[in-house]
T-cell receptor, first 115, second 115 residues
């Protein structure tokens, strides 16, 4: 499975933009890039996903490099409720074998938001 | 409201006991998953099920068992063979596991502690 690399932690101030990077240099052409976040003692929550083009939704934006070897999750105005662990995950189109639909989670980036 | 319900939230197990964690979803999703999370770590896949009466081992299936008799239910049994079961357990589901653009939804998790 293609792997992702994220910084262990990042800090931001409230109301400022946050750019969370993710490297996935071994990404294949059929891998979707997903982002989830997890608050303490809760299940992960879907944030956004994309394949090649940049994506926007009400929670965040996803900027994908042209060669797809890296991506950046953008929180436009961080709030205290955005403090969480953010996971960048590749989800394989390949429907066979043990990769069927599963998500492979790394350790993620711990985002701290200061008031 | 639609969602995934895990119970119990907190469970204590004595050495040598089997315990079962419940997971129910009313999202009409085909696929269901069980993940384990240790403190400060990412999620690891235990078992997954694509359809009723079918399930596959994930990365750390030893010491665990599952059943999928109904579409909406995917209980996980932690057996006495699991030597280090203390962890946070997460159940998840998705509409179509073969479509990587689909979102995976998570329950709130269950804390299991061996006493």
């Amino acid at each position: 499975d293609a792997k992702t690399t994220q910084p262990n932690s990042m800090e931001s101030n409230e109301e400022e933009p946050v750019h969370l990077p993710c490297n996935h240099s071994t990404i294949s052409g059929t891998d979707y890039i997903h982002w989830y976040r997890q608050l303490p003692s809760q299940g992960p929550e879907y944030v956004i996903h994309g394949l090649t083009s940049n994506v926007n939704n009400r929670m965040a934006s996803l900027a994908i490099a042209e060669d797809r070897k890296s991506s950046t999750l953008i929180l436009h105005r961080a709030t205290l409720r955005d403090a969480a662990v953010y996971y960048c995950i590749l989800r394989d189109l390949n429907a066979g074998g043990t990769s069927y639909g599963k998500l492979t989670f790394g350790q993620g980036t711990i985002l701290t938001v200061h008031p | 409201d639609g969602g995934i319900t895990q119970s119990p939230k907190y469970l204590f197990r004595k050495e040598g006991q089997n315990v079962t964690l419940s997971c129910e979803q009313n999202l009409n999703h085909d696929a269901m998953y069980w993940y384990r999370q240790d403190p400060g770590q990412g999620l690891r896949l235990i078992y997954y099920s694509q359809i009723v009466n079918d399930f596959q081992k994930g990365d750390i299936a030893e010491g665990y068992s599952v059943s999928r008799e109904k579409k909406e239910s995917f209980p996980l049994t932690v057996t006495s063979a699991q030597k280090n079961p203390t962890a946070f357990y997460l159940c998840a589901s998705s509409i179509d596991p073969g479509t990587p653009g689909n979102t995976i939804y998570f329950g709130e998790g269950s804390w299991l502690t061996v006493v």
